[in-house]
């Protein structure tokens, strides 16, 4: 990237053509502003992957450029990738209380937290990068103290919308500021990057107060003990389970690493009020009545770990799940967590538990956080922008961006669908996209942060579906004649009394492969090792249609 | 199961707490009948599994007295186990003409097709095994000629529903025979055996017909290439896309092995009417003018293999998806398939197609072929059971189906929820379930059928998440020194250049368990190759976070 032209240039490194580890940047003449570093959730073609967290190397190409992290809010998708991010930049970051709390969460289990620099900003925080002028204004989501962000620049002012809906009857009076958006859009704003989530949904999401109501109802009802799960992180809907806990004279014990310290972090701040002598411990639970308990705890997406699968399972040292006691899903499943949530579902019923799950508008016990298709018009139209980049969404998501931004306007071709790492420069104040920088996943997996590669995937793919055999031969180097083997090991192929004639058979091919090589003469290992592989790997096809991968190891004495 | 004793008994080996691989039976005295014989496909967590099929050792123990299995209707998970059951059992199979054929086509395949017993039977078919007398029903599915079974027992009369929904506006008359479900329970029913699918959803599923008018509509509107897809199977549906096409002046291109095969089978036998002269190959599809084109296709489930998978990333030869092509997903994803399918739409959207997806209600494309909850209420008004079986179904489906009946006058005692191998016996008119018989999973994994059990698996899951390090040590048995080795092969694991390091000091401490033990003059290969699985694991473990499979091979000289 010229720096020497003014141009003000905006990208993603994460976020667009999918749905998770969120990172924008909006650069002008030398200064960079990031705005989030999320992680994603591998799916289940990426075995043994931890996490994905996007790749930073033209920031570590820049990092001279970078003035600071802006995160819009604290759900993972959003800060998850922060500590990564640290350990090879160590940048400032802006965030609001709740945001900050659970960011500083994440960098003291990464050991990062006495040397981050952390800013502590509020919707009418006013920063300056170089030319660049930052104000932001608030929104509402499923997470209380969310930001939307201005970047007034000398090309133009760029809003970036963070995640949003338009909640008019928020919980905890976390108002969506309406009239700062049409301020924000009477003034003009170049280009807009609006979050896509829930762009294929029509209508408008329900106000997260109407599950409270649904889950007092429930609560009115159970006479036994109610076990209640939701994300730990949904600090309004927890107050409406605080809420609907006092109002039916329940104690209330949180169960779960995450929901203890989200709650935490949210009590000391000042979101979430909980009364004196409401919350009690796992091992106080059964010295209360169990019409007087609500247990509130992670795993509503039926996380194999998480503290409700353990209780659907027996497994969980201080409750037990008994007949009656009723169990609420106030969380519907992400799309891939399904059969985890519903294997948790029949547990549940094998318990003689009462279950109240299903998708959202079934039950009452759920409403999405993002905006529907009414609300992202909304937005388009308060903002009134140039162009608008659709983010925060799969491919097809942005492309129902753009038909509502066309529907209220917009034109189809000022609106630009990009992938991670396409830069969109505006000059002139006329954007075109025609760059690209380096983006892309990495992986995490246990410790290891970018060591797991295709390679890696492949084998550990092939292992998975067909396991693998060993095969050790010792040849002397003088004679060149076999002195040991072959044998034969194998993992994850068969395991049946028939293998011993298949493994009879696979050591006389190598025989065979080694004998034929030594006839003429050659006596390379590679070759050898191709032809072992070739010969064994057609018969044990031919045999089981299975394609183990077969390692050959041959040693000479 | 003592045989003197002429009771009634009434078991699954497949089909309860699950979706798929529905197998029953009914037996009285030394007769024994079967009902269906299906297959399921594996979750992600049965890495490298191709199909599952039901445990029959209690029909292998009993073949003498088992009399045929009768086939409600041409599902895979109502026949795909049939092959492999006839291998073990040649037993008469009955089912009517459609159900045959598909049959057939899947003997044929496995190379059964000229052993094989195959009986045509139709709604009015009378039957009678020892002291059981066997009539059938029409219903209504999304597929042609379902039937249910009536069995008429010395201990009372048993009825078992198949997959059924009352479409009142079926799609080539394949009404619903309520007129012969009244006269049933008129006459009494003592155990009903009913499917559950839909047990969880309130109201009634809607008419395929439906399905048949969005069709028409959105292929009017289109003006280019049409791409639809739907299951081979659901011949109604595939009529209907043969009718818009008429209408619209379009011929049909048939892509995809399965769909080739089934509405080969359905024009033959009659249940398709096409057209003389509407079917193209796919060879001769560009000769045509876009818009007079429908291609009909296989892969509306995501499988990454199918002809829309492929279409729609470029990769099938004699088609291309261009802008402003049509595809219709005229099915919607089963649980566990959403991400595939998103995959896809997104691939679709890349290439500028228009894309019709989403959920059956949405689209109007889709409707379910199994019973609502009204329907169920519906099907035990008819049969006014004493008892009920609620089968085919997850286990909180069954308990939904228990309420539905508990609603319609049904004592709750008398709904029976059972698991696969749980046997109901009925002696003088009174049910108990008491006795449990062999059940389970058979894995198919490429040709090998029942050989890959849980130790395999185990395997491929820890070599899928971690990989291996395979480690050779050759041994002199005379001087015990190592004259060879250790050498450590890693695949899956780790592929950077820090992996040297971490290989060395694998090697050192192979080389040091080694030692310890022979000092203290212990040889035994066991403990040998433990110590070095521990403390290799223990070191890779504390630097890396993650379990590789570890193998030591020692070789002694």
């Known amino acids: 990237m010229s720096s020497t032209e003014n141009i003000l240039s905006i990208f993603a490194l994460g976020g667009v053509n999918e749905i998770g580890k969120n990172m924008y940047a909006i650069q002008f003449a030398n200064d960079i502003i990031l705005i989030d570093c999320g992680s994603k959730f591998p799916d289940e073609s990426l075995l043994g992957i931890d996490l994905i967290i996007p790749d930073i190397t033209y920031l570590q190409d820049n990092k001279e450029k970078i003035r600071g992290l802006l995160v819009t809010h604290g759900h993972e998708d959003h800060i998850g990738g922060i500590p990564y991010l640290l350990k090879q930049l160590n940048i400032p970051i802006y965030a609001t209380r709740l945001t900050l709390g659970l960011i500083e969460i994440k960098l003291k289990e990464h050991g990062l937290l006495g040397d981050s620099q952390l800013e502590l900003i509020n919707s009418d925080s006013d920063l300056h990068f170089g030319e660049i002028r930052v104000t932001f204004f608030k929104t509402n989501h499923s997470i209380p103290d969310c930001l939307g962000i201005v970047f007034q620049t000398p090309e133009g002012t760029v809003v970036h919308t963070g995640d949003f809906k338009f909640d008019l009857t928020p919980v905890n009076n976390q108002y969506p500021d309406i009239h700062r958006m049409a301020e924000i859009g009477r003034n003009g704003v170049l280009v807009l990057l609006s979050e896509s989530t829930n762009a294929e949904r029509p209508g408008s999401t329900p106000s997260e107060r109407m599950v409270g109501e649904h889950i007092e109802e429930a609560f009115k009802k159970a006479n036994r003990k109610i076990i209640i799960s939701t994300f730990a992180s949904n600090v309004h809907r927890v107050q409406q389970i605080v809420d609907a806990s006092l109002k039916t004279d329940r104690k209330l014990a949180l169960l779960g690493r995450s929901m203890v310290n989200v709650v935490s972090v949210a009590m000391e701040q000042g979101y979430l009020t909980v009364p004196e002598g409401m919350l009690i411990d796992a091992q106080e639970i059964n010295s209360f009545a169990p019409e007087k308990v609500t247990i509130l705890c992670t795993g509503s997406q039926g996380e194999p770990l998480a503290v409700l699968a353990r209780l659907a399972s027996s497994n969980y040292r201080d409750v037990e799940i008994l007949p009656e006691d009723t169990v609420i899903f106030a969380a519907s499943p992400i799309p891939g967590n399904e059969r985890n949530v519903t294997k948790i579902i029949d547990n549940l019923y094998q318990l003689g538990a009462k279950v109240i799950y299903g998708s959202g508008s079934s039950t009452g016990m759920h409403v999405s956080g993002h905006a529907y298709q009414e609300e992202l018009k909304l937005m388009l139209t308060l903002m009134k922008p140039k162009y608008l980049i659709p983010i925060h969404g799969e491919l097809r998501m942005l492309h129902h961006h753009r038909s509502l931004a066309e529907s209220v306007g917009i034109e189809k071709e000022n609106t630009f669908i990009i992938s991670n790492g396409d ?135």
């Open 423 to 557: 830069v969109v420069d505006v000059k002139e104040s006329e954007a075109r996209q025609t760059r690209k920088i380096p983006s892309g996943n990495i992986y995490v997996d246990g410790m290891g942060v970018g060591d797991v590669g295709n390679i890696v995937l492949r084998d550990r793919k092939q292992l998975a579906e067909d396991g693998m055999l060993v095969i050790v031969v010792t040849l002397s180097k003088a004679e060149r004649k076999i002195i040991s083997g072959p044998d034969t090991i194998s993992r994850g192929f068969v395991y049946t009394r028939d293998s011993d004639n298949l493994i009879k058979e696979v050591n006389r091919l190598v025989v065979t492969a080694i004998k034929e090589l030594q006839e003429v003469n050659r006596h390379q290992w590679s070759v050898m090792k191709q032809n072992i592989k070739k010969s064994v790997g057609q018969y044990l096809y031919s045999k089981t249609k299975r394609k183990p991968m077969i390692l050959p190891i041959i040693i000479e004495l």
